[in-house]
């Protein structure tokens, strides 16, 4: 198993920029593919960005692409979402997922809030 939680939300302006980690631990980092996941009030969770085990391949929803950067460190057992140009309508709460099988998430940390006001 492995034990995740994120951290770097916070309220930020339009335009703003913003650095998500997620921590991990437990059963070793690398064996994991990982991903964000965000959810706004009233609406359902939606993906956000994924990483493969040796960040080797990533992958991003329309909405987020050329604006947000997913990376992990593997030796530090952390990943990360940088998260630029934010919008109002990028403000959610953020989650990151640990999964052994690329697109199947068996782990979630708690979720960092993001406020993005306009």
């Known amino acids: 198993q492995v034990q995740l939680v994120e951290s770097g939300g916070g309220l930020v302006q339009a335009g703003d920029s913003l650095r998500l980690s997620c921590a991990a631990s437990g059963r070793t980092f690398s064996t994991y593919a990982m991903a964000w996941f965000r959810q706004a009030p009233g609406k359902e969770r939606e993906f956000v960005a994924r990483?493969?085990?040796?960040?080797?391949?990533?992958l991003y929803a329309s909405s987020v692409k050329g604006r947000f950067t997913i990376s992990r460190d593997n030796a530090k057992n952390t990943l990360f979402l940088q998260m630029n140009s934010l919008k109002s309508e990028d403000s959610a709460v953020y989650y990151c997922?640990?999964?052994?099988?690329?697109?199947?998430?068996?782990?979630w940390g708690q979720g960092t809030q993001v406020t993005v006001s306009s």
């Open positions: 990483i493969t085990w040796s960040g080797g391949s990533t």
């Open positions: 997922a640990a999964g052994v099988v690329l697109n199947k998430y068996d782990y």
